[in-house]
């Protein structure tokens, strides 16, 4: 915990064995890691989570641990490429040289506030990769780690910061 992670982050979680499918260490994972404060660029990216239709979503994703990969994936593909939040994910993760970064699931976040790393997050709004509905979406203000759920038509057009996460 608090060690320098292989892709150069800070490790948030040390526990079990966990799956996060389609990750390097797949079913096997032990760690996640927070992306270094400017893994993006200066300041750390802020965008919209805001979907090109919001008719062609589903109902949800998924706030368990283990799911961050998956979700942002998945919403990756009907993100609004002009908010910067899914282009600057998919830059990091084609740019390190582990890969494979992604925004936490609710639970994850979770994980990442009753750890010690937390401190490493200014007081702002994080998007997760948590998705409620049209237009509505899990985000969290730290460092309170208070998780707020927006729900309703436009939230997803507030920019709000970004910091990936990886499992290992």
């Known amino acids: 915990m608090g060690d320098t992670g292989p892709g150069g982050g800070i490790v948030f979680y040390v526990g079990a064995a966990f799956t996060e499918t389609g990750t390097v260490c797949n079913t096997n994972c032990n760690y996640l890691e927070l992306a270094p404060k400017f893994w993006y660029s200066n300041p750390e990216p802020v965008g919209q989570l805001a979907p090109t239709s919001a008719s062609t979503l589903p109902s949800?994703?998924?706030d368990t641990f283990g799911y961050g990969?998956?979700?942002?994936?998945?919403?990756?593909?009907?993100?609004n490429s002009g908010s910067g939040v899914y282009a600057a994910v998919r830059y990091g993760a084609a740019t390190s040289t582990v890969g494979q970064w992604f925004l936490p699931s609710t639970y994850e976040m979770d994980a990442l506030y009753?750890?010690?790393v937390n401190t490493q997050l200014t007081s702002d709004f994080y998007w997760t990769s948590t998705?409620?509905?049209?237009?509505?979406g899990i985000e969290?203000?730290?460092?309170k780690g208070q998780g707020y759920a927006m729900y309703g038509g436009g939230y997803f057009s507030n920019?709000?910061?970004?910091?990936?996460?990886?499992?290992?």
């Not at 998705?131 to 509505?136: E, L, Q, V």
């Open 69 to 79: 990969w998956t979700n942002t994936n998945f919403l990756s593909g009907y993100s």
């Open 60 to 62: 949800t994703t998924s």
């Open 131 to 136: 998705y409620r509905g049209a237009f509505a």
């Open 159 to 168: 920019p709000h910061s970004v910091r990936p996460i990886r499992a290992f």
């Open 140 to 143: 969290y203000l730290f460092p």
């Open 114 to 116: 009753n750890s010690s």
